[in-house]
Every structure is written in C-alpha cells, then in structure tokens.
C-alpha cells in the first residue's frame, strides 16, 4: 500500500496506519471538514480556529527531514511510527503535546527541534528549549527505537512512561525541568538490565527535589546537578 485516499473521512482510531511501511501519501476529499493534508501527504486533523495536529506521517515517504504544518498544536498518537526515513523534525512554536509512541520506531531519527534552530544542533538531540519553544508534555515511549540521545526537556512540564528509552549501548544525557519537578506517569525513564554506556540525569538545583520524588527515586544512582 503506497497510497491511500480517505475521502470524506470523520474518526481516525488511535495508530490505525501502524505498520503501513511503504504508505507515501495520504489523500482526503476537497471539502472534508475533519482532516487534509500537507504537500508532503501527511495527514492532519483540522481542530477549532486555525489549530491543526498531526494525525499520521506517511511511514515510507522517504524525505530525511520534516516540517510541521503552521498551526499544529499536537502530534498525535503513533503519528510517526515507523518512519524509518526521517532523520530530522522540525516543529514551529504553537506546538504543545507530543503523544504516545509519536516517533516510535523512527530509527533513523536525530533531531527534534524548534525550526530555526535545526541547523545548529548536534546530530542525536531532542531540544525544547528553546524559547520560542511551548512544547509541555512528552507522551509515553514517544521517542523509542529512535538515534536520540540528547533529550533537551528544560521546559516539559509531564513526560509519560517512558518518553526515554535508554538502551544502554549509547551514552544518554536527559535535562530536565529546573523551575519545578516534571509531573510524571511512573517510570519516566526506561532502564535495560545490562548497560555499557551512560546515562545522566540533569536536574540544576532541584537535585534533592527529584530525589524525594517516588517517580524519580529509582533514578537516584543517574541524577546530577549539573
């Protein structure tokens, strides 16, 4: 299946493209009042006013690098799954929630960032730090299976279980919120019984706060200061 045209479409359900690996394009009918989509032939949610999310990413669209529509507030659900092409993601700043397994299996995945910063930032980070950055809750295993190994979250305010997946084979550093401790769904950070690499945990002056936090105390042995 490389193509597939959804017409008048109304209900989408959660990760109902996962494992559609060589889908280039989505297609939807002049006229539909729910969804449409970009040039790339991603698939879009048309909300309220002028806000769109992203619905489904076309997993074989074989373009390394992405740009989100203006207007998008949201990456749904398993928008990304899968796409094993994109190297770079590019969001603008009306973006706040990345949902649950967005970028899964994107193994190929490098950057994540606010896009006028994409060409000064290393090749392995995830930065939403930046100022022009709103972007406030991670959902759960949204970057699993993915070459990120720098999670800039300096403003996340709520990541989900999981929103990193250490592998133990690369060394990881995750910053975290500074101002207060992240509100959690258990267990932010995934941890492989055997490691080779490291993992570091910055949280600045927080530090003795994200130790008495029963979220982060199992992470105690990987939090630091600075």
């Not at 899964?104 to 930046?130: M, P």
């Not at 950070?189 to 080779?196: F, G, M, N, R, Y």
């Not at 979220?215 to 200061?225: H, Q, V």
Request: proline letters at 1%; aromatic letters at 16%; glycine letters at 10%.
């Amino acid at each position: 299946l490389m193509y597939l045209d959804l017409g008048f479409v109304e209900k989408i359900g959660r990760g109902a493209f996962n494992g559609c690996a060589s889908l280039q394009r989505f297609f939807v009918a002049d006229g539909n009042s729910y969804f449409f989509t970009d040039s790339r032939g991603a698939l879009y949610a048309d909300l309220t006013g002028s806000s769109t999310a992203v619905v489904a990413y076309p997993a074989g669209n074989a373009s390394s690098e992405y740009t989100t529509y203006s207007g998008t507030v949201a990456i749904y659900d398993y928008a990304f799954y899968g796409a094993v092409f994109l190297e770079k993601l590019s969001y603008l700043t009306t973006l706040v929630e990345i949902g649950d397994y967005a970028f899964s299996g994107a193994e190929r995945l490098s950057i994540v960032c606010y896009s006028n910063v994409a060409g000064g930032l290393s090749a392995g980070t995830a930065d939403f730090e930046q100022s022009q950055s709103r972007v406030e809750s991670i959902g759960d295993h949204a970057f699993n299976g993915t070459a990120l190994s720098v999670f800039r979250f300096g403003k996340i305010r709520y990541l989900g279980t999981g929103a990193v997946s250490w592998d133990g084979i690369k060394d990881t550093v995750v910053y975290l919120n500074v101002s207060s401790v992240v509100k959690t769904a258990g267990t932010p950070v995934i941890l492989p019984e055997t490691a080779s690499a490291t993992l570091k945990i910055v949280v600045g002056t927080k530090l003795y706060d994200y130790l008495a936090c029963e979220d982060f105390a199992y992470l105690k042995d990987y939090l630091y200061s600075r």
